[in-house]
């Protein structure tokens, strides 16, 4: 999606600071991505007069809003998140000096984060929407365990979208998968956690485009399972299908559970998200 926007004159920037002050007459517009941004810079993009269109995902409020809700009451969240993602650093800016950030179950249980929390009988807990389903669980229990007043979501953190692909792949390696594709970017947490599982119980090829794959790696796989991250192009997964169909391979959709009929409201022009928590 990113080198399409590239490929359309859009540049991809990280930081606020990369972003141009616009000059008298002109417009800068700053489009935030679905993984959410540092809210405090979303301010300052928007006070040097740069037009923000707001397309973080709704399901990647929701932890941000249970960070909000615990700062408002006065507890810590310990949010499980990826240090320098989008998201991860989205939701440190909610309420910083109320959240602590954990990177994996060790860490969670370290003297560190121990250090860090002003009350254990008033902690919550949120998590990066992209994990592992079954780490998220683990996760979840192993802190209830330590923490048994600590605030929960009422629903795991993970999306949809992310657990959904997570089952499919899951369902491949059930089905008989010797190989796996993964079609995603290697920045991408959810494509991470999907070639992870893969390689499990296959042998795992993660690809960013269609260019990457080498159709010859698959001679004497039997069954070869197909898969992609949440934000991967239909027309790039189509062209992946292509090469095997191409070969005289027979494509054999593979079910699971969908959530898919949930639809979002397209944002606001000018919204902050951050602002609306």
């Given at each position: 999606m990113v080198n399409r926007y590239k490929e359309q004159g859009v540049a991809h920037v990280k930081e606020a600071s990369e972003v141009p002050t616009p000059e008298p007459n002109e417009r800068v517009i700053a489009l935030i991505g679905p993984h959410g941004f540092n809210g405090v810079e979303i301010d300052l993009l928007q006070t040097r007069g740069v037009e923000v269109r707001d397309t973080v995902c709704p399901l990647v409020l929701k932890p941000y809003s249970e960070i909000k809700r615990n700062s408002n009451d006065q507890v810590q969240t310990l949010y499980w998140g990826q240090e320098g993602h989008a998201e991860t650093l989205g939701a440190m800016s909610v309420a910083s000096d109320w959240t602590i950030l954990i990177k994996d179950l060790e860490h969670a249980l370290s003297e560190e984060v121990a250090g860090q929390i002003k009350d254990p009988e008033r902690l919550g807990y949120a998590s990066q929407t992209t994990h592992n389903w079954d780490e998220a669980m683990k996760m979840m229990d192993v802190l209830r365990e330590k923490y048994p007043n600590l605030r929960t979501p009422k629903k795991e953190d993970i999306c949809f979208a992310t657990k959904n692909r997570q089952d499919a792949v899951r369902s491949l390696l059930d089905a008989g998968a010797t190989a796996i594709v993964v079609?995603?970017?290697?920045?991408?947490?959810?494509?991470?956690?999907?070639?992870?599982?893969?390689?499990?119980?296959?042998?795992?090829?993660?690809?960013?485009?269609?260019?990457?794959l080498n159709p010859d790696l698959f001679y004497g796989h039997e069954a070869v399972g197909i898969t992609s991250g949440a934000s991967v192009e239909e027309d790039t997964m189509f062209d992946v299908m292509k090469i095997f169909i191409d070969k005289g391979s027979k494509l054999v959709p593979v079910t699971v559970a969908d959530e898919s009929n949930i639809h979002f409201k397209p944002s606001q022009p000018g919204k902050n998200y951050y602002n609306e928590l």
């Open positions: 079609v995603g970017s290697p920045t991408s947490s959810n494509s991470t956690r999907l070639a992870e599982i893969a390689s499990e119980g296959a042998k795992a090829y993660f690809v960013d485009s269609v260019e990457e």
